[in-house]
């Protein structure tokens, strides 16, 4: 394990540089003259002619590499940029010199708000050992009085949802691993928060949500944000594995183990040690798969098929499923134990259709990130029309059928600006959708009848203007309205006019 100390360069570092006698070494050279380090990583918003000086004197102490990482902060007390700068460092660390670390906070050079974000990191996403040093009373391991893997991930679990925003609000403002899931609509802010609190822990996740939702992209995000983020992420789809090789896919076989088993291979199991294992559409696994998956679970390792050897792993399991897993336990498809190990963590992707401000975003993303035609980049405009259309859809193939449904109507579209009829074709629309996605709609988290009703009309309206190229006679006509006065007081009551 290789040692490195982390710290802040603070002034009385820099300080005790010039005037050893009087305040003594300052907190870093006291630290590395007391306890054993293999590598000392500083950073420093100081400039390169005040703190150069001090790495050379510094090396006069101790003969031990020192790595200086410059950071700008326009206030020592930012927190967001503290964070933003410790979290780098770290990774950077990680990315030097591998996994095999020892790290150790020193808490007494730079700021408070400094020491707060060593103690948060330490004790959550990068465990770390935390000093704090003085000229009377020398080197101290620092005993935190409260732990935050035991006690702080299930309280926040407890809070209300407005308490959860809040808490979301003191969170890091920039959360890059989350950045590819669009969104502005509360039910999907909640779900980014409580994903990016249990991201840090390597409990198990079990998300929920129908086909098309972004699961895997949520999966993702969460790898990506944790401490496992340099290690393999392996999705394994567990709908398409044949039953009879479920046990060599996951825990890989020996060579000879069977007919074609041409040489030894490593499972998913073993692939994914150190990251993350996402078994999509989990309740798919037939039951005599679900007791081999189980008992991996519950002795960390996995002996090959063919093999007498158990290899350790160590990974994180992340599993989604468009099914209600609780139900497919009532109805004995899905094993008890297995659910309640892998539903410690539970968070459900809400529908597109309940994602309230939502469409409109994802289809101005989606037009400006169009990749439909290889090498070549499609921006194209959306009529009105056509987003209405849009926005009146009920989508059931959620956001992987509206990037469809945009890629179809780019590509179909040979002029610049997407027409409703364009957006029409490439839609694929269902006669059970009326009922079922205007009249059904899910009213748990609120909802707004005007928006309803204002979506199905400028719906119509819309295509009754294409259709009839701006008549409002014949459009009244075709909308059964008395007549063009009408129309036009529905066009202007719905701002299409």
């Known amino acids: 394990?290789?040692?490195?100390?982390?710290?802040?360069?603070?002034?009385?570092?820099?300080?005790?540089?010039?005037?050893?006698?009087?305040?003594?070494?300052?907190?870093?050279?006291?630290?590395?003259?007391?306890?054993?380090?293999?590598?000392?990583?500083?950073?420093?918003?100081y400039l390169p002619k005040e703190f150069k000086p001090y790495i050379s004197w510094l090396s006069g102490?101790?003969?031990?590499?020192?790595?200086?990482?410059?950071?700008?902060?326009?206030?020592?007390?930012?927190?967001?940029?503290?964070?933003?700068?410790?979290?780098?460092?770290?990774?950077?660390?990680?990315?030097?010199?591998?996994?095999?670390?020892?790290?150790?906070?020193?808490?007494?050079?730079?700021?408070?708000a400094m020491a707060a974000v060593w103690i948060l990191l330490a004790k959550s996403t990068h465990p770390a050992i935390l000093i704090q040093s003085s000229k009377d009373h020398g080197v101290q391991v620092v005993d935190v009085p409260f732990d935050i893997s035991a006690e702080f991930i299930p309280t926040i679990a407890r809070l209300s949802d407005s308490r959860l925003e809040q808490t979301l609000a003191a969170l890091p403002p920039n959360a890059p691993e989350f950045d590819n899931i669009i969104h502005r609509s509360p039910s999907m802010q909640r779900l980014i928060a409580k994903s990016r609190l249990v991201a840090s822990r390597s409990v198990p996740v079990l998300i929920e949500g129908e086909s098309g939702t972004g699961k895997e992209?949520?999966?993702?995000?969460i790898h990506n944000a944790s401490q496992r983020c340099l290690k393999p992420f392996v999705a394994v789809n567990c709908g398409a594995i044949p039953q009879e090789l479920v046990e060599s896919e996951f825990f890989g076989h020996k060579k000879g183990a069977f007919t074609g088993a041409v040489a030894d291979r490593e499972g998913y199991f073993e692939a994914a040690s150190g990251g993350t294992l996402f078994l999509d559409e989990i309740g798919e696994l037939p039951l005599p798969a679900q007791v081999k998956i189980l008992r991996v679970l519950q002795e960390k390792e996995v002996t090959r098929v063919g093999g007498t050897k158990a290899t350790k792993v160590d990974v994180r399991i992340v599993t989604a499923t468009n099914r209600s897993l609780l139900g497919e336990?009532?109805?004995?498809?899905?094993?008890?134990?297995?659910f309640y190990r892998l539903a410690v963590a539970v968070l459900h992707i809400p529908p597109l259709r309940e994602?309230?401000?939502?469409?409109?975003?994802?289809?101005?993303?989606?037009?400006?990130?169009?990749?439909?035609?290889?090498?070549?980049?499609?921006?194209?405009?959306?009529?009105s029309g056509a987003r209405n259309l849009m926005l009146s859809h009920p989508w059931p193939g959620n956001v992987r059928e509206l990037l469809n449904t945009i890629c179809r109507a780019s590509v179909w579209t040979s002029g610049?600006?997407?027409?409703?009829?364009?957006?029409?074709?490439?839609?694929?629309?269902?006669d059970s959708?009326?009922?079922?996605?205007?009249?059904?709609?899910?009213?748990?988290?609120?909802?707004?009848?005007?928006?309803?009703?204002?979506?199905?009309?400028?719906?119509?309206?819309?295509?009754?203007?294409?259709?009839?190229?701006?008549?409002?006679?014949?459009?009244?006509?075709?909308?059964?309205?008395?007549?063009?006065?009408?129309?036009?007081?529905?066009?202007?009551?719905?701002?299409?006019?």
């Open 217 to 221: 992209l949520l999966a993702r995000a």
């Open 61 to 112: 102490i101790k003969q031990i590499p020192v790595s200086v990482i410059p950071v700008k902060l326009t206030s020592p007390t930012n927190f967001s940029e503290i964070y933003e700068a410790a979290t780098s460092s770290l990774k950077s660390v990680y990315e030097d010199c591998g996994n095999s670390l020892n790290l150790t906070y020193h808490l007494s050079p730079g700021t408070p």
């Open 1 to 45: 394990m290789i040692k490195i100390l982390v710290s802040w360069i603070g002034r009385t570092d820099l300080n005790a540089a010039q005037n050893t006698n009087e305040i003594g070494l300052g907190p870093i050279a006291q630290a590395i003259s007391a306890i054993h380090f293999d590598k000392i990583v500083l950073l420093s918003d």
């Open 355 to 383: 994602r309230h401000g939502d469409i409109g975003l994802l289809i101005d993303y989606f037009l400006e990130h169009d990749d439909s035609e290889p090498g070549k980049k499609i921006h194209k405009k959306i009529s």
């Open 433 to 497: 959708q009326p009922s079922e996605y205007v009249l059904n709609r899910s009213i748990s988290d609120g909802f707004n009848i005007q928006e309803v009703i204002s979506d199905v009309a400028r719906h119509y309206l819309s295509r009754a203007m294409e259709d009839t190229s701006n008549n409002k006679t014949k459009a009244a006509k075709k909308l059964g309205l008395p007549n063009y006065q009408t129309l036009t007081n529905w066009l202007i009551k719905y701002g299409l006019e």
């Open 416 to 430: 610049d600006v997407i027409s409703i009829e364009d957006a029409r074709e490439a839609l694929f629309l269902l």
């Open 329 to 338: 336990v009532a109805a004995g498809r899905f094993r008890a134990d297995l």
